[in-house]
């Protein structure tokens, strides 16, 4: 609002103009009243004080300072149009209208005929405004305002493209206008289909001219965000909430980005001061959610506590994936029972994600509710076809739901209900060394022995370092040497079968005592002695009080 003419200004005026380009308008204003002290005709200070004061909120002074330069200089049409602009922004539309009227007689007419468009538009009389400006733009075609006034015209006859046309020409005749740019901008995004990057490049201008515009730093981040592109969108959010610190949009906007760039201490601090600001519902979800991925025990508390008050907040109501994190929170948190009404919830929202079962039924398991949960894994068999297992993670996971209800039949005691199951299993996976594992223990409860020994043997075709298979093969061997004993003596060929694998599962496992006394045993009934102290010895290194291993050392004195 600084004239023009600012190189011709007198000289007492500078410091005066310098202040209000700098927006200090209150040494402004105690400059120019000390001016017009010294110097009370001086319409130029009177003028300028009415537009600091104006600036700083004393409306009726920059009015009555505006109309004495006025007075001063009747026909000056910058002092005219400040005049009429002011009494309307203050919705004094007749005194403003009768300003501009005085100003359509004056030979420079461009700012009354600017003016009565303005009042006119204001009024919602949108034609007749637009051919004021229209012919206010006819008797200057350079003018930024005209073109601002034409844009606003349109834009309240929601002809967005001319409305947009003109504001485009004003900024290109007056390329530092923000405020220009920052209309033009929103003004793109309701366009259909909005013109997203023409409205980030309009508010990025506004960011360019004036750091400190909060608003442009907000569009600039919200646009990006929306765009998928969080890196960008947050170096101006935080810029935003910088100037704004107490915006619910900007605290809210900038903590879902924080999330999306996994910076979650951030994104937790973010959400947690949106919602103090605005306790939503959106903000508390999103703190939720930021507290389940944070993944401490604390954090999972609040985000079970935080999905609790969503629960009971009136017309809400949890979305899926709410009742997912909220179900896996307790889970984490060992809540088994309160979990699993969760996981079943959001069940009843997707009933596609029939994987959910094997969770349920992971949670029944914990709380010793086996029929549950094997009802929850006869449930997931029930909705899957074999014909839909096309890909090899299809039958992976199909398996796993057998295996899982074999392991409940094993925590039953039904170990034939055991075998079957994990049979079956294995028919989708068999190459699942747990499984095969389970399968051995299960038969081994059944005094199947020569099933147990085949599915150990499985396990180590499968891995060849399993602890367990080379100590039950070892021990297999062991007790087979004995039942095989005659009179030429032991069965020599299953004793070193045993020591093969018991030598291996001591290797693997050097503080199981079974795998040493084991060990022990089979040297003794080979005759190699030292080897069978050694290994006496070595169990009871791990347990002094291991009575064979004692006993089988005494036999051993006399050698």
């Known amino acids: ?67 004495k330069a006025r007075q001063s200089s009747p026909k000056n049409p910058e002092y005219l149009f400040t005049h009429g602009k002011f009494l309307l922004d203050q919705k004094m539309h007749v005194e403003a209208k009768a300003i501009f009227q005085e100003g ?82 929103k003004l793109l995004l309701k366009e259909r289909p909005p013109r997203v990057n023409e409205a980030l490049a309009a508010f ?36 935003f909430v910088k100037l704004k610190p107490n915006s619910y949009p900007g605290q809210f906007i900038l903590a879902k980005t924080q999330y999306a760039v996994r910076k979650l201490p951030e994104a937790v601090a973010s959400a947690e001061r949106a919602y103090k600001i605005d306790p939503t519902t959106d903000a508390l979800e999103l703190l939720a959610r930021v507290y389940f991925d944070s993944r401490d025990s604390t954090s999972l508390q609040k985000s079970a506590e935080a999905y609790t008050k969503l629960s009971q907040s009136n017309g809400y109501q949890l979305e899926g994936d709410s009742y997912l994190r909220w179900g896996r929170a307790l889970s984490r948190l060992k809540r088994y029972g309160e979990a699993i009404p969760k996981f079943e919830a959001y069940l009843k929202t997707d009933s596609t994600q029939t994987d959910i079962y094997n969770d ?86 059944m005094d199947s022995t020569a099933q147990t020994k085949a599915a150990y043997e499985q396990v180590l075709r499968l891995a060849p370092n399993n602890v367990e298979a080379n100590r039950q093969l070892g021990f297999y061997y062991l007790v087979k040497a004995s039942l095989n004993k005659s009179d030429e003596g032991p069965d020599k060929k299953s004793l070193e079968s045993a020591v093969i694998y018991l030598k291996k599962a001591v290797e693997l496992d050097p503080a199981n005592e079974l795998s040493h006394l084991w060990l022990a045993q089979s040297y003794h009934s080979l005759g190699r002695v030292p080897e069978a102290k050694a290994e006496y010895h070595a169990t009871l290194r791990i347990n002094p009080k291991n009575q064979d291993a004692i006993k089988g050392l005494k036999v051993l004195e006399a050698y």
Request: charged share 25%.
């Open 1 to 67: 609002m600084v004239s023009e003419a600012f190189s011709q200004t007198p000289a007492s005026l500078r410091k005066a103009l310098d202040a209000i380009q700098n927006k200090d308008y209150q040494s402004a204003i105690t400059l120019l009243e000390s001016e017009l002290k010294r110097t009370p005709d001086m319409e130029e200070a009177r003028y300028y004080l009415g537009l600091a004061l104006w600036e700083v909120g004393r409306k009726d002074q920059a009015i009555a300072e505006i109309k």
């Open 104 to 185: 359509l007689k004056q030979k420079n007419k461009t700012n009354a005929l600017y003016g009565m468009g303005l009042v006119l538009v204001a009024q919602d009389s949108l034609d007749r405004g637009l051919e004021f400006f229209l012919q206010a733009r006819e008797a200057d075609s350079n003018n930024a305002k005209v073109y601002r006034g034409i844009g606003d015209a349109y834009a309240k006859q929601k002809v967005l493209s001319l409305a947009i046309e003109n504001y485009n020409k004003a900024v290109e005749i007056e390329p530092g206008w923000i405020e220009v740019y920052f209309t033009l901008g």
């Open 204 to 239: 990025k201008k506004v960011v360019e001219l004036d750091p400190n515009n909060a608003e442009a730093h907000f569009e600039v981040g919200n646009l990006y965000y929306l765009a998928k592109r969080p890196q960008e969108a947050l170096p101006e959010l935080e810029s």
């Open 360 to 445: 349920i039924g992971g949670l029944y398991i914990r709380e010793k509710r086996f029929d549950e949960a094997i009802a929850a894994f006869d449930r997931r068999v029930s909705l899957t076809s074999t014909a839909e297992m096309k890909t090899k993670a299809d039958s992976t996971s199909f398996a796993r739901v057998y295996f899982n209800k074999g392991m409940c039949y094993m925590l039953k005691q039904d170990y034939p209900g055991a075998v079957a199951t994990l049979r079956t299993g294995l028919l989708y996976e068999g190459n699942y060394t747990q499984a095969w594992t389970w399968l051995a223990q299960s038969y081994g409860q």
